[in-house]
């Protein structure tokens, strides 16, 4: 799966060693070139403008030699006139473009006498910042809920830090406020052994791992009631190979007689509050978080938009953006900066919710160059029951929305029986690609006629639903598109138009598109409220942003006119759909030129809704279906529609020729249309093989992916009316 990003070449360019930081470029206006191709032809190909890449070297006098890359990720090396050329930053620049930061404007007055230390400055200049930017880190997700309690009392505040600064231990405060915060000066502090130090039940260590080699160095901060026991853990995963966390991966780079473990603070009879304060005070003084949040990389992020990882997403945006406003305090501040390399990996002060599912969206071009957005996430296969529980099958089923009940969310349920490597329990990754011209979609989700009963049957085609896998047997990955399995169901206390399929297709574009509805009838919710972080890259800026996609206030879907459809579908027989004839029954000699000896069954919907009750008595033409009699144009729908026609599409019959569509089952009416008439009725299920596609992610995220799948149980537990 491609993504909008477009970071520098893996390898090194020609000749070199090393890939040094290359310049982002874009070209500003077409080029028209030829290009070598690999069987020793050639080729002319036309750059368009736009086309973004990276500059390898300039070739005075006026060229450029660059690596150019296109929508789908496709690299091409090449040389370009410079006047053609747009120059940006240098890929070695590339960040986050964060909110708009604030500097705390008053400094907390505190009584200790270490707080005019510069480490008790700089602990002080923190947290104001970190006050102040409450706002900004609460919509990048970071529950403030209770330390807003603390920092929002003047108080309260000042009695925390007063607490955390006189946790530390005397050795551990002479280290922090060393000159320069050299490495050595933490050779005093003391250390965590077997037998030292033994703390009371009511009592809370926060601890400093060091690794040490040469001049090389990493650090990582935790906190344990048992800090013994917790140091052994540690040096247990450090030893264990397939221990791929982060932090024991760097660790296991030392020598283990050159790990430490130091005694930093000890706090007691201490809020759970203040000692996540505690703990990520130390994590800023010392910069312990691994620079891959800090200043994660553009190749990672791409990496994470491949995947599907909304979360880790999450978490970077998080904490590139809080590491953010801690440097510019501890800058202010004129604190030294530690030149190590950071472990931890989590925020102290960050819960991570499960409240609602997240989704990531980025904009994408077609092969045909039509503009489209992804939305992906994370889910696993697992055995549903839409045949009863005596007949499960494999599927997907993902709970979307803000809540556990039906009035607030919904599930998109998928089976995929008998798809190569995929068992329950498997990780997936689901995939909505939503076509922005609001034209039909190569494959779509819904499965209904173009034409229906509400103002939003022309979009209702406009996405298709992809779940990807890996069969671990062979090592592939696979997608498969989806589609419900039922054809036709009506939504019980609602009128006969609104049945469960528009129903779903409805809410899943409401999703998407983020809408609240005006006064929505019983049956649709106002909104979903989704968490959607839409993708914003800025190639020649080398940044990239999460832009949480903004509610949009709109009506709610309406009846269309029976003389709206009946116009669209006699327009759409003149052009689109020749073959098919529009209301009225057509006379024998149309059905069968040739023979005329076979009787014209019922209309296509009736034909392809074989065993609804709105279907009997169509063949008949008896006119006994109920219109109101203050309808518009009653006569033409009695003489021109049927009771299905009318009554769930309020649209006029259509008709085909026999042999025109083919019965799956051998029966006498055909029902599956050609492919370019598939929007005329009810379309079939795909039934193709799995389509092998290009790992989406690596080994190692997947093998992450499979460890934290149970996180995602709570999430798909909605019950929901079925698709």
């Known amino acids: ?47 368009p403008a736009g086309t973004v890449g990276y500059l390898t070297r300039e070739i005075p006098p006026n060229k450029c030699e660059v690596q150019l890359v296109n929508d789908k990720g496709q690299r091409l090396d090449c040389t370009v006139p410079r006047r053609v050329v747009e120059m940006g930053k240098y890929s070695s620049q590339f960040a986050f473009r964060h909110p708009r930061m604030r500097q705390g404007q008053l400094v907390t007055t505190l ?115 048992q800090p013994i026991t917790r140091q052994r853990q540690h040096e247990t995963a450090t030893e264990d190979p397939t221990n791929h966390s982060p932090h024991y991966v760097t660790a296991r780079t030392f020598p283990k007689a050159n790990r430490y473990a130091l005694q930093m603070m000890l706090l007691t009879d201490q809020p759970e509050t203040v000692i996540s304060m505690a703990e990520t005070t130390l994590c800023c003084l010392l910069g312990t978080w691994n620079p891959a949040l800090s ?8 990496s994470d938009l491949r995947s599907a990882d909304v979360s880790a997403v999450s978490h970077k945006l998080l904490m590139a953006s809080f590491c953010s406003i801690v440097g510019n305090a501890l800058q202010r501040a004129n604190y030294p900066i530690m030149r190590g390399v950071g472990c931890n990996w989590n925020l102290p002060l960050h819960e991570p919710s499960r409240e609602r599912r997240e989704w990531i969206r980025y904009p994408l071009k077609t092969s045909d ?188 879907p309406s009846h269309v006119s029976f003389q709206h459809n009946f116009e669209k579908l006699i327009n759409a027989s003149d052009t689109r759909w020749p073959e098919i004839a529009v209301g009225v029954r057509p006379p024998m000699s149309w059905f069968n030129q040739s023979t005329g000896t076979i009787r014209p069954g019922p209309c296509l919907m009736c034909m392809q809704l074989r065993g609804q009750s709105l279907v009997s008595h169509c063949s008949n ?25 009318w009554l769930v599409f309020r649209r006029p019959c259509i008709w085909i020729k026999h042999g025109f569509a083919r019965d799956p089952d051998g029966g006498q009416y055909g029902v599956i249309l050609p492919p370019e008439y598939e929007g005329v009725g009810i379309a079939p299920q795909y039934k193709g093989e799995a389509i092998p596609i290009e790992a989406p992610m690596t080994l190692e995220m997947y093998e992450d992916c499979k460890a934290n799948q149970g996180l995602a149980d709570a999430d798909d537990e909605v019950v929901d009316e079925e698709d």
């Open 111 to 225: 009584s200790s006498q270490r707080a005019n230390d510069p480490t008790g400055k700089a602990i002080r200049f923190l947290w104001d910042d970190i006050h102040a930017n409450m706002g900004a880190l609460s919509s990048l997700g970071l529950k403030i809920d209770k330390i807003a309690v603390v920092l929002n009392d003047q108080t309260k505040k000042r009695d925390a830090l007063n607490i955390i600064i006189a946790s530390f231990s005397n050795p551990a405060w002479t280290a922090l406020n060393t000159p320069g915060l050299p490495i050595n000066a933490f050779r005093n502090v003391p250390r965590i052994t077997d037998s030292s130090p033994t703390i009371s039940d009511n009592q809370i260590m926060v601890y400093l791992r060091i690794y040490i080699d040469g001049t090389r160095f990493a650090t990582y901060a935790g906190r344990s009631i």
């Open 369 to 556: 160059n039509r503009s489209m957005l992804v939305y992906r996430c994370q889910s696993r296969a697992r055995l549903l029951y839409p045949r009863g529980m005596d007949n499960p099958a494999l599927g997907v089923h993902l709970a979307c929305g803000s809540g556990t009940d039906a009035n607030s969310s919904f599930a998109i349920m998928c089976c995929l029986d008998n798809m190569p490597g995929l068992t329950a329990g498997h990780p997936v990754i689901f995939s909505i690609e939503l076509m922005e011209d609001q034209k039909p979609h190569p494959t779509p989700w819904y499965r209904g006629p173009v034409h229906g009963a509400w103002s939003n049957s022309h979009e209702l085609h406009s996405f298709g639903i992809k779940v990807e896998w890996k069969d671990e047997t062979n090592n592939q990955w696979y997608t498969y598109p989806v589609r419900p399995e039922t054809k036709l169901k009506m939504f019980p206390g609602a009128d006969s138009a609104v049945t469960y399929q528009w129903k779903k297709a409805t809410s899943i574009l409401q999703l998407l598109h983020n809408r609240r509805y005006r006064n929505p009838p019983s049956y649709l919710p106002p909104s979903f409220r989704p968490l959607i972080r839409h993708v914003v890259y800025d190639h020649l800026d080398q940044s990239v942003s999460f832009e949480q996609v903004p509610q949009v206030v709109v009506d709610p």
């Open 295 to 302: 200043q994660p990389s553009q190749t990672a992020i791409q």
């Open 621 to 645: 033409r008896e006119g006994n279906f109920a219109v109101a009699a203050n309808e518009p144009h009653r006569d033409r729908i009695l003489q021109g529609s049927c009771g299905m026609c």
């Open 1 to 47: 799966m491609a993504t909008p990003l477009a970071p520098p070449p893996d390898n090194p360019a020609p000749n070199l060693d090393a890939q040094p930081a290359m310049r982002a470029i874009r070209i500003s206006t077409s080029h028209q070139m030829t290009i070598d191709l690999s069987n020793g032809s050639s080729r002319n190909i036309t750059i």
